[in-house]
């Protein structure tokens, strides 16, 4: 893969010419007005890109290249802003000779028509990620296709910018570029440029489920917690209340040509109640959930997951982190029946308290192994909102992109009236296409 010029900025299409330079359009099959054309992996970007002059120009080759490119920015104090930039696919479209009609030379008065077919990868090639890594797996994740990421462009209305939670301090772009190269005057064996143009063309590629991320240990999720229940002002324990929960099934994204369907899941907490004596379990309120995005990058490519490197702080040591938070659903859930059960005929019992002891404060009593206990479930659904522009998990050597699952439900206990006891949880969730 050859390194070239990086061209895309902020418009759908881009050019510079000098005056009387040759002038360059492409056109793109299935383009719409101020439209970016969305591809998918497998698919074929089709075009022609068709070149003018106003007189007789020398050239020695015409260039036409489907480009990946990703771009990060920190804000590092004191050096001031710095920034990297990974070209990441070099596609280029072969020519023949033949097919210039007057070769080495551009005449005027007639329009040259220069077909291109890309076919949009599943893979990069090995070398596109050779920086040191942890494990095979980074190499693996860095040498899929990224989606599409922080470049602005138009919506299918025509009107409004997509807005896919990417900070200005990181893009993933493609574009087409093609250019009309002659060699320099200086240095024969170099191609210098005489026009460039680049249209945009937006890039989701097909992504598969992962295996379910590994939290045990991890500073950022928590996918098993434990409270105690208390009543009045003096505080009497009236029991252990448990929520736990699991990366749940992946949010599937729909193509464009779905527009009108909902794109959901569902996740389940699963509660438990140690009651003190014969107490009965709370009475639950309500569930929310909501969504976040975390878009990680870093001006150094990344030696591993960065969901897996603890806690960062923007800007610090070249790398940031932008995290997103989308409100999905608030929903009653006091209709909840509890089911009683005996202690003595669950054998797992005294594992599933073991588990959580270490984040209560108040260890549980061995009482507790003597009671009956009590449980319920919470079924969520989760559908993303059509306000947002959402893509797919992915992880690439500057930037990635993960999501998570923030719920939070709340209780009653008796004589609490001023303050209603909550107990939150979150749990990693992939959105694949």
């Not at 878009?295 to 610090?316: E, K, L, R, V």
Request: charged share 20%.
């Amino acid at each position: 893969m050859g390194v070239t010029s990086i061209i895309s900025r902020d418009s759908d299409t881009l050019a510079w010419t000098r005056p009387s330079q040759p002038k360059i359009d492409i056109q793109l099959v299935g383009q719409q007005p101020r439209i970016v054309n969305s591809y998918t992996t497998g698919d074929q970007i089709n075009g022609t890109a068709i070149i003018t002059v106003e007189h007789e120009t020398p050239f020695d080759e015409i260039e036409i290249v489907l480009e990946g490119s990703s771009h990060t920015t920190i804000d590092h104090v004191p050096c001031g802003r710095i920034g990297s930039e990974q070209i990441f696919l070099d596609l280029h479209q072969p020519i023949k000779e033949t097919e210039y009609l007057t070769p080495g030379v551009l005449e005027p008065a007639r329009s040259y028509s220069f077909p291109f077919r890309f076919v949009v990868p599943d893979r990069l090639l090995p070398q596109a990620c050779t920086h040191p890594r942890t494990n095979s797996h980074v190499h693996r994740a860095h040498t899929m296709l990224p989606p599409t990421l922080g470049d602005p462009m138009l919506s299918s209305d025509g009107k409004t910018l997509l807005d896919d939670m990417a900070p200005e301090m990181s893009r993933v772009s493609y574009i087409i570029r093609v250019a009309v190269l002659r060699k320099s005057s200086t240095d024969h064996c170099e191609l210098e440029s005489l026009a460039n143009h680049a249209r945009k063309v937006r890039i989701i590629p097909t992504v598969e489920e992962e295996p379910p991320i590994v939290v045990l240990n991890d500073p950022y999720y928590c996918t098993s917690k434990g409270q105690s229940g208390r009543r009045g002002v003096l505080r009497t324990k009236l029991g252990r209340l448990l929520a736990s929960s699991s990366q749940p099934k992946p949010i599937r994204l729909l193509p464009p040509s779905y527009p009108g369907d909902k794109v959901s899941t569902v996740a389940t907490v699963q509660l438990r109640f140690d009651p003190v004596g014969h107490e009965k379990p709370p009475q639950l309120g309500s569930m929310t959930s909501k969504l976040k995005a975390s878009t990680f990058y870093s001006t150094a490519p990344w030696t591993d997951f960065p969901c897996q490197s603890g806690t960062i702080s923007s800007g610090q040591g070249g790398q940031g982190v932008f995290t997103e938070s989308i409100p999905l659903l608030t929903m009653c859930v006091s209709s909840a029946e509890w089911e009683k059960h005996s202690a003595s005929s669950d054998s797992n019992r005294r594992d599933s308290i073991h588990l959580v002891t270490s984040e209560d404060p108040d260890n549980p009593s061995v009482s507790f192994f003597k009671d009956n206990y009590y449980t319920t479930s919470v079924i969520i659904p989760i559908t993303i909102p059509s306000s947002k522009t959402f893509v797919p998990t992915f992880h690439s050597c500057l930037v990635s992109r993960t999501y998570s699952l923030d719920l939070s439900l709340t209780y009653h206990t008796p004589g609490m009236n001023i303050l209603t006891p909550t107990i939150s949880l979150c749990v990693p969730i992939q959105i694949t296409t």
